[in-house]
């Protein structure tokens, strides 16, 4: 910090440390450096001012009446810069924090924790921005979102990595639809019926594993939607058997059931991303999303 054009704030700071001590070894020991480097500080900041600080004889230092009026005034300006740095890292501390995830998942414990911390703003601010499947980890790398909500596990580095929910692909079904007593639906079950699909470019990794899966067949695709809240209605009117993860949609209504789906393996795993030595707000978002995805389960 520079406090005028003649002064910055750790000239002050040393020039204190020495006026306390009035030796300028043990000065220089107590700021960690040599006390050439310290006598040179001292000097540059006497030619700055045209002004004697210290009285120097081979036995002893003493403050001159301009270097006792440095001290006095010093200190509280020091004192007060301490104060506002504080205050300022503070409000740095509490700022927002940006949470993106895809939104089309429509996940319950993301929400509480939203307004959970839109009720907490003195401790945190928290910004959920839509991100596709496939950017969610390069944002988080590149720093333009603080966490991010993705599928596990991801290739990021030193990113620091927390699971939060495990489940698996499946469809939603009709109770009564011939699918619904099975125990788990395969590429032939599903073959020839109408699907709900979500859109390519909102998860084109699980989207494509999801074509190859049938082995050739084609989908007989009724819907692409962007909002994953629409699916088990959609259902409920007979558009189609809506391929979901288990945990987006819970619980679910009346007349509808959950089938597991082999095509996309056997589990998937939901978990949160973050770059390392995260500020104390984000912290507190991690701990809180954590805390609701646990009681989601």
Same mark, same amino acid.
């Given at each position: 910090m520079l406090i005028s054009e003649d002064m910055d704030i750790h000239q002050l700071r040393s020039f204190l440390v020495l006026?306390?001590?009035?030796?300028?070894?043990?000065?220089?020991?107590? #700021?960690?450096?040599?006390?050439?480097?310290?006598?040179?500080?001292?000097?540059k900041l006497e030619r700055e001012y045209d002004l004697e600080l210290?009285?120097?004889?081979? @036995?002893?230092?003493?403050?001159?009446?301009? /270097?006792?009026?440095?001290? @006095?005034?010093?200190?509280?300006?020091?004192?007060?810069?301490?104060?506002?740095?504080?205050?300022?890292?503070?409000?740095?501390?509490?700022?927002s924090v940006r949470l993106g995830y895809l939104e089309y998942q429509n996940l319950g414990f993301v929400h509480r924790t939203v307004r959970n911390f839109s009720n907490e703003s003195d401790k945190a601010r928290l910004e959920v921005i839509n991100v596709n499947a496939k950017e969610i980890v390069q944002q988080v790398i590149q720093g333009e979102i603080d966490l991010g909500i993705t599928h596990l596990p991801v290739d990021g580095g030193d990113l620091m990595v927390? *699971?939060? #929910?495990?489940?698996?692909w499946g469809f939603i079904v009709p109770s009564d639809h011939p699918c619904a007593e099975k125990p788990r639906l395969t590429a032939a079950d599903v073959e020839g019926e109408k699907l709900i699909l979500f859109k390519r470019d909102?998860? *084109?990794?699980?989207?494509?594993t999801f074509i190859k899966s049938l082995k050739g067949r084609k989908p007989k695709v009724?819907?692409?939607?962007?909002?994953?809240?629409?699916?088990?209605q959609l259902v409920k009117d007979r558009a189609g058997l809506f391929l979901v993860a288990s945990y987006v949609v819970q619980p679910l209504?009346? /007349? #509808?059931?959950?089938?597991?789906?082999?095509?996309?393996?056997?589990?998937?795993?939901? /978990? #949160?991303?973050? @770059?390392?030595?995260?500020?104390a707000s984000t912290r507190l978002v991690i701990d809180e999303l954590k805390r609701q995805a646990k009681s989601f389960e």
């Open positions: 006026a306390n001590l009035l030796h300028f070894r043990k000065a220089a020991e107590a #700021l960690n450096m040599t006390q050439s480097a310290l006598s040179q500080q001292m000097a210290f009285h120097r004889t081979s @036995r002893a230092v003493s403050l001159t009446s301009a /270097g006792r009026l440095l001290q @006095r005034r010093g200190r509280k300006l020091v004192a007060d810069y301490e104060k506002l740095d504080q205050e300022m890292r503070s409000i740095s501390e509490r700022s927390s *699971p939060l #929910l495990k489940g698996e909102l998860n *084109p990794t699980a989207y494509d009724s819907l692409h939607i962007t909002q994953s809240a629409q699916g088990p209504a009346q /007349g #509808l059931v959950f089938k597991p789906y082999t095509g996309l393996g056997r589990e998937i795993q939901l /978990g #949160l991303i973050w @770059r390392k030595r995260p500020k």
